[in-house]
């Protein structure tokens, strides 16, 4: 399928405004910007508010953990799928292409997007789902990674980060597509945090938060264009699928870099000075049929989706009960303490109340949700060496060792 162009008018349109700077400026400025604590000195030129932003986020504590989190494929050794680290890049290298072209604030695009999967789980939306679980079953309380993001950056770490880019990670979720995206006002912190005490306690809040800047909505399509066609590449990778496993395709793209230049072309073509991002519903409709697609024919039969229910619920499990136990118990010794009460207070940020005084079961998720995928395998192997579970990865060469196997008369644990 050939890419799509930019039409002759909004290209010419584009480029005269941008030499003489008559475009509208639709951007969220700098000095507008919101942070919950300012000594009210201006920003150094070379340094505005949302680059510091960027550099906090990108300096914080978990952001090296992205590098061992899942995106889709867990239990898989393939050094060609994505991890989530890779995938916040991909959304900011998206968002900030459309940012650009309509002219937005690129530094808020930026810190948005590096920021926006940050509390998400270990073995990706399979473990957001068991954590959630556990988390209700104990106080009534629902997990969402997109709000838990949020308390990272702002809770867990108070890294004095700007309402308008936390706002924009609160209001990120790339699971709710729309066709037309436009900015919800946010005022306050006081205003914010009472939206994301709703996502708390009422089921479904946290799909209906949304960012309060063009940019984070910039990100927040970003987010399914970034992921819309790299999940069908990455199931090829492993051999999943074949080339015919999904019949639209022709619609947007067939390939990755086509769905992603479609879609960002289409973008740009209908939001181009105006007071949202939108697509036409041509594809927009294309973008829920790729999605229901990718639901039917990735998502649901994920290898290793049985073995996560299977294997990795209960071993989360077993790991929460036995660290809200030590908590409850005062038991210093136990990796609740050590590994993660300690490593939070060893950053020294400025917090009102300690954080060992935070409530014991949000304690422990805050812990478990930072885990990477090997993290909570290795820990759960630390805390019950006698146990049952045991994860195996699929690694490089499997088909290999299960061929040799035959060939010397040998049963394949695959078999």
């Not at 937005?104 to 990706?124: M, Q, R, S, W």
């Not at 308390?151 to 108070?158: A, E, M």
């Not at 990455?234 to 074949?242: E, R």
Request: glycine share 4%; aromatic share 10%.
């Amino acid at each position: 399928m050939a890419k799509e162009q930019l039409s002759a008018a909004l290209s010419a349109r584009m480029e005269q405004e941008k030499a003489d700077r008559s475009y509208i400026d639709l951007s969220f400025h700098d000095d507008m910007a919101i942070r919950r604590h300012c000594n009210d000195k201006p920003a150094p030129v070379w340094r505005p508010r949302f680059a510091k932003d960027i550099d906090r986020i990108m300096y914080s504590p978990y952001y090296n953990r992205y590098t061992d989190k899942t995106q889709v494929f867990s239990l898989v050794k393939n050094d060609d799928i994505t991890r989530r680290s890779l995938h916040v890049q991909l959304v900011s290298r998206i968002a900030r292409t459309i940012g650009r072209a309509l002219n937005l604030n690129l530094d808020l695009i930026e810190a948005i997007a590096l920021g926006h999967d940050i509390g998400h789980t270990p073995f990706a939306h399979s473990g957001e789902v068991f954590l959630n679980d556990l988390y209700h079953k104990h106080t009534g309380r629902y997990f969402n990674h997109n709000i838990h993001s949020a308390r990272v950056l702002d809770k867990i770490f108070p890294l004095n980060l700007t309402l308008q880019t936390l706002s924009g990670i609160a209001g990120h979720n790339g699971e709710i597509e729309l066709s037309e995206y436009r900015p919800v006002p946010m005022n306050s912190f006081e205003e914010f945090e009472a939206e994301l005490e709703k996502c708390y306690t009422i089921p479904g809040y946290a799909n209906k938060i949304q960012p309060s800047t063009l940019e984070g909505n910039v990100v927040r399509i970003s987010d399914i264009i970034a992921y819309l066609g790299k999940d069908r590449q990455d199931a090829a990778s492993i051999q999943m699928v074949g080339d015919s496993a999904f019949p639209t395709t022709a619609s947007i793209g067939t390939i990755n870099s086509e769905i992603i230049n479609n879609l960002v072309v289409n973008i740009i073509e209908n939001s181009y000075g105006q007071p949202y991002i939108m697509l036409d519903e041509a594809h927009f409709k294309a973008v829920q049929s790729y999605k229901k697609e990718n639901y039917a024919v990735i998502y649901a039969n994920e290898p290793g989706r049985a073995i996560l229910k299977r294997v990795v619920e209960p071993m989360m499990q077993e790991i929460y009960d036995q660290l809200l136990e030590d908590l409850l118990h005062d038991k210093q010794d136990s990796p609740i303490f050590r590994h993660h009460i300690d490593y939070v207070n060893q950053t020294r940020y400025p917090r009102p109340v300690p954080y060992e005084k935070t409530e014991p079961n949000q304690i422990i998720v805050d812990y478990i949700a930072s885990m990477t995928d090997d993290y909570l395998i290795d820990l759960h192997r630390y805390l019950f060496p006698d146990s049952n579970y045991y994860v195996e990865y699929t690694g490089y060469f499997n088909d290999l060792y299960a061929l040799r196997n035959r060939l010397q008369g040998q049963i394949s644990i695959d078999d």
